[in-house]
């Protein structure tokens, strides 16, 4: 499981934000594919809002990727 820790100053990022920013997906037009085509879950449930707020403790999966956010 990959980690990704959030800013200090920073609540949340966005999912389609996360995604990228992981290197999962190329661009975020992919992300916001990836997203509408059901293929993301957080916290191990599907996940379709595409801004949906990540915070600390979420769990973010995508095929075999798998990342906790902190």
């Known amino acids: 499981m990959e980690t990704f820790n959030l800013k200090e100053s920073?609540?949340?990022?966005?999912l389609k934000n996360v995604i990228k920013l992981l290197g999962w997906v190329d661009?975020?037009?992919e992300a916001?594919?990836?997203i509408d085509d059901q293929q993301i879950k957080v916290?191990?449930?599907i996940e379709t809002q595409r801004r949906k707020k990540i915070r600390r403790g979420d769990v973010v999966m995508f095929?075999?990727?798998e990342a906790q956010i902190k």
């Open 32 to 34: 916001k594919i990836r």
């Open 10 to 14: 920073e609540e949340y990022i966005e």
């Open 27 to 29: 661009t975020g037009g």
């Open 63 to 65: 095929g075999s990727h």
């Open 43 to 45: 916290n191990g449930s």
